[in-house]
């Protein structure tokens, strides 16, 4: 039996992680669960599942949590350090679906006792990206990519020369406001950046969609993952979300990897890597969807694409400070202190005052650092918000 992990479990991508195990539970030993705020789920989870472990993130809700698996024989734990201690609990696999920067411990921990880390937390990558691959590289371990534009890459590089390779374009469906007029943006609620055209996802990295603050990530992390350089990596706005990603090489083919809108089919790639096995996920009718859509993306409508060129030229801790910095504007969005369009504002003042400060640069990666600069720039950030609003 496989001995499988999953962090996040509760979200969107935790779900769905659930789901594919419990389809062949004979396969898997489930080690540790973690969620959050959402301890009903995670005890009912962590019982389907006979997991090891179930760990939520916040200590206050260690005792609900302890109530609801009273008698189970499952362990319980709370609070970050507990969710980084379950990570270094032996497993063959891993996946990471946490949302934000708070994924990066628990993934460094899967990676030092040697799991396969399918990674679907995009963050850890923006933040302390060589960190993360010497840590693999260290430990002999792997890190798989969950993240749908990344594993349309890495599916369409199988068997290729990397050298070959001419440039990487990764798709965008553009979000709730693509066709909004750009003086309309300033007015856009949380609730209408939370209604993705395409995707069911975690509230978070719908509303990243609407800003594209979802799509500079995964520039960023485009660049972390296979090491192209920036001028390789291109965003083009698809709004049929049909194509996840194109690889270009040097005879002038393009690959493109195309798939039904269904978060199922990275995890499943992940999850049975490096074989192909069946998943339960839509068979694409090409007929009736007829026709697929490109556009160049507008960067006086997405400025954050521009910030994520901006932090891949600068290096250093610059993914830490504009994670950091992105998390902090996005809670003020969502708590509806700053508009929609000012959340590239604090996140490009942070940037500019941390780079003059010399605060974004090092030789060395170290996680000390990364989280010093993460903490240093969400303070930044949020009095930058609080003066806007
Ligand atoms: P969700 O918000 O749906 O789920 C997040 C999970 O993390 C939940 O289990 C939540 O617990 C838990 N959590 C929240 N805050 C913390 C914290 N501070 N510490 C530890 N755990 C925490 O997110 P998604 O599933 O949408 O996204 C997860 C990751 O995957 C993100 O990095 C996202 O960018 C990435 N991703 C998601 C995709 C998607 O389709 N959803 C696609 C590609 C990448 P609880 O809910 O119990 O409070
Ligand atoms: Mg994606």
Same mark, same amino acid.
């Given at each position: 039996?496989?001995?499988?992990?999953? +962090?996040?479990?509760?979200?969107?991508?935790?779900?769905?992680?659930?789901?594919?195990?419990?389809?062949? %539970?004979?396969?898997?030993?489930?080690?540790?669960?973690?969620?959050?705020?959402?301890?009903?789920?995670?005890?009912?989870?962590? *019982?389907?599942?006979?997991?090891?472990?179930?760990?939520?993130?916040?200590?206050?809700?260690?005792?609900?949590?302890?109530?609801?698996? /009273?008698?189970?024989?499952?362990?319980?734990?709370?609070?970050?350090?507990?969710?980084?201690?379950?990570?270094?609990?032996?497993?063959?696999?891993?996946?990471?679906?946490?949302?934000?920067?708070?994924?990066?411990?628990?993934?460094?921990?899967?990676?030092?006792?040697?799991?396969?880390?399918?990674?679907?937390?995009?963050?850890?990558?923006?933040?302390?990206?060589?960190?993360?691959?010497?840590?693999?590289?260290?430990?002999?371990?792997?890190?798989?990519?969950?993240? /749908?534009?990344?594993?349309?890459?890495?599916?369409?590089?199988?068997?290729?020369?990397? /050298?070959?390779?001419?440039?990487?374009?990764?798709?965008?469906?553009?979000?709730?406001?693509?066709?909004?007029?750009?003086?309309?943006?300033?007015?856009?609620?949380?609730?209408?950046?939370?209604?993705?055209?395409?995707?069911?996802?975690?509230?978070?990295?719908?509303?990243?969609?609407?800003?594209?603050?979802?799509?500079?990530?995964?520039?960023?992390?485009?660049?972390? +993952?296979?090491?192209?350089?920036?001028?390789?990596?291109?965003?083009?706005?698809? %709004?049929? /979300?049909?194509?996840?990603?194109?690889?270009?090489?040097?005879?002038?083919?393009?690959?493109?990897?195309?798939?039904?809108?269904?978060?199922?089919?990275? *995890?499943?790639?992940?999850?049975?890597?490096?074989?192909?096995?069946?998943?339960?996920?839509?068979?694409?009718?090409?007929?009736?969807?007829?026709?697929?859509?490109?556009?160049?993306?507008?960067?006086?409508?997405?400025?954050?694409?521009?910030?994520?060129?901006?932090?891949?030229?600068?290096?250093?801790?610059?993914?830490?400070?504009?994670?950091?910095?992105?998390?902090?504007?996005?809670?003020?969005?969502?708590?509806?202190?700053?508009?929609?369009?000012?959340?590239?504002?604090?996140?490009?003042?942070?940037?500019?005052?941390?780079?003059?400060?010399?605060?974004?640069?090092?030789?060395?990666?170290?996680?000390?650092?990364?989280?010093?600069?993460?903490?240093?720039?969400?303070?930044?950030?949020?009095?930058?918000?609080?003066? *806007?609003?």
């Amino acid at each position: 039996m496989r001995r499988v992990s999953i +962090f996040g479990a509760t979200g969107s991508i935790g779900e769905n992680t659930v789901d594919l195990i419990s389809r062949a %539970p004979e396969e898997y030993q489930v080690v540790a669960l973690s969620g959050g705020r959402n301890v009903a789920r995670l005890a009912e989870q962590a *019982i389907a599942l006979n997991a090891e472990i179930a760990v939520t993130c916040y200590s206050e809700c260690k005792q609900e949590l302890a109530a609801r698996l /009273s008698g189970t024989g499952i362990d319980v734990g709370a609070g970050p350090d507990a969710i980084a201690e379950a990570a270094e609990r032996p497993a063959d696999w891993v996946m990471s679906a946490i949302v934000g920067a708070a994924g990066l411990a628990p993934g460094l921990a899967a990676l030092e006792q040697g799991a396969t880390l399918a990674l679907a937390n995009k963050e850890s990558l923006v933040c302390a990206g060589a960190l993360l691959m010497e840590t693999a590289r260290a430990h002999g371990a792997q890190v798989l990519p969950v993240d /749908s534009e990344h594993s349309a890459v890495a599916q369409a590089l199988v068997g290729e020369d990397i /050298s070959a390779v001419e440039r990487v374009i990764i798709t965008a469906s553009g979000g709730a406001f693509r066709d909004w007029p750009l003086e309309d943006l300033p007015k856009a609620t949380p609730e209408q950046a939370a209604k993705h055209p395409n995707w069911d996802m975690g509230l978070r990295i719908t509303v990243d969609s609407a800003s594209m603050f979802n799509k500079s990530l995964e520039l960023i992390e485009t660049r972390e +993952f296979f090491g192209f350089d920036p001028s390789r990596i291109e965003v083009v706005v698809h %709004p049929q /979300s049909l194509i996840h990603a194109l690889v270009g090489f040097n005879d002038g083919a393009l690959m493109a990897h195309v798939g039904p809108p269904d978060m199922r089919h990275a *995890i499943g790639y992940a999850l049975h890597y490096p074989d192909r096995r069946h998943l339960p996920v839509e068979r694409l009718d090409l007929v009736k969807i007829g026709r697929l859509d490109f556009r160049e993306p507008c960067e006086r409508r997405w400025p954050a694409l521009r910030l994520a060129r901006e932090v891949m030229r600068s290096g250093g801790v610059s993914g830490a400070a504009f994670n950091a910095a992105k998390e902090v504007a996005l809670d003020a969005f969502l708590a509806r202190q700053i508009r929609f369009t000012d959340m590239a504002a604090v996140v490009e003042e942070v940037l500019e005052t941390m780079e003059r400060d010399g605060a974004l640069k090092c030789d060395r990666m170290r996680l000390d650092h990364v989280m010093e600069t993460d903490h240093l720039a969400r303070k930044r950030a949020a009095e930058v918000a609080e003066l *806007i609003a």
